[in-house]
């Protein structure tokens, strides 16, 4: 049963620290995502990879946050320095399709808190 | 932004009864989908509906689309405890920008 992996699955951290969050997508999948999630703003697209180029990080606040997939069985997410703010869960997930819109399959999620 | 907009906000219900959730939405789309989250799990796919679908069925669920009401429906029949968790609608827009915009979901408690 292929499934999407992430590490860790929950991080604590004091603020000023590098996270970095992995994602193994499911073999043969062209397209990964990152997104956070909150209960204020619900569910918000970080990044979005395709065929290994990253094609959208317009959620991403640059400052922080960088988006990487080094290899097809690979996606990180780091950010650095981390703030409060950024505690959420950051989910990731992967498809297969040629534009966006097609269903996704997520993994479990990393919880991470900020303090 | 949110594209999506789920309705009602929480849902709770008895075992064995119907849940009906609504979505409503903005600007044409290319497709619509339905996800399930449990809680502390990632979402999970249930149902993809084109814009030139009308209506859906998988299993105990039926999803509609109304385009011209930009609106669609999840339907779960005969419902179970295992059926409580988050439903999320999220919508790919007609166009060259086709990415997934979500909504904030519906909550589903279903009573033993």
């Known amino acids: 049963d292929a499934r999407v992996t992430q590490t860790p699955r929950h991080k604590v951290t004091e603020m000023g620290q590098e996270v970095t969050m992995r994602c193994q997508p499911i073999l043969g999948h062209n397209t990964v995502f990152w997104y956070r999630q909150t209960m204020m703003q619900g569910l918000e697209l970080l990044a979005y990879f395709r065929n290994r180029a990253p094609l959208d990080d317009s959620g991403m606040p640059k400052d922080r946050f960088s988006a990487e997939m080094p290899d097809a069985t690979l996606a990180t997410l780091k950010i650095q320095p981390s703030e409060p703010r950024d505690s959420a869960v950051y989910f990731c997930a992967s498809g297969l399709g040629t534009f966006e819109g097609h269903e996704q399959y997520f993994g479990p999620g990393t919880r991470l808190t900020v303090t | 932004s949110q594209q999506g907009e789920e309705d009602p906000q929480a849902l709770s219900i008895q075992e064995g009864e119907n849940a009906t959730m609504n979505c409503s939405y903005k600007t044409s789309i290319n497709n619509l989908q339905w996800y399930r989250q449990n809680s502390g799990r990632g979402l999970v796919h249930l149902i993809l509906?084109?814009?030139n679908e009308r209506e859906k069925h998988s299993g105990r669920l039926r999803v509609t689309l109304d385009t011209s009401k930009k609106s669609s429906s999840l339907l779960i029949t005969a419902s179970r405890a295992a059926d409580t968790a988050s439903y999320f609608c999220a919508t790919a827009n007609a166009g060259n920008n086709r990415k997934l915009i979500w909504g904030l979901g519906t909550s589903l408690a279903v009573n033993p």
């Open positions: 509906i084109r814009s």
